[in-house]
Nanobody, 123 residues
Framework: QVQLAESGGGLVQAGGSLRLSCTVS????????IGWFRRAPGKEREFVAA????????YHVNVVEGRFTISRDSANNTVYLQMNSLKPEDTAVYYC????????????????WGQGTQVTVSS
């Protein structure tokens, strides 16, 4: 059974940091690219970042480049999204996702989804 469980969301002031975690079922973690998407109020879901199953290559959408960093911890089957210099426009529900290849997510979709975690950035 594929499971993706997000944690780490919350309320933070602009300029602050949060780290989101996504714990993935072992089989899925070892065979899938893992990524993050977000959906802001009144907006469509958008791709944020993804990392290959090998952990050797990652992608970040331009609006978060230099502020957000995705990483994998193979020992714990966990993918992290470190978010620094947060802005009010980063407020959204953040979803962890998995797909067989990273290109699926950079095109805006995924095969498996977590339940989401709320991130709220106050001004």
């Amino acid at each position: 059974q594929v499971q993706l469980a997000e944690s780490g969301g919350g309320l933070v002031q602009a300029g602050g940091s949060l780290r989101l975690s996504c714990t993935v079922s072992e089989r899925t973690f070892s065979s899938s690219a893992i990524g993050w998407f977000r959906r802001a109020p009144g907006k469509e879901r958008e791709f944020v970042a993804a990392i290959r199953e090998s952990g050797g290559e990652s992608y970040h959408v331009n609006v978060v480049e230099g502020r957000f960093t995705i990483s994998r911890d193979s020992a714990n089957n966990t993918v992290y999204l470190q978010m620094n210099s947060l802005k009010p426009e980063d407020t959204a529900v953040y979803y962890c996702a998995a797909a067989p290849v990273i290109a699926t997510m950079t095109r805006g979709t995924a095969t498996y989804w977590g339940q989401g975690t709320q991130v709220t950035v106050s001004s």
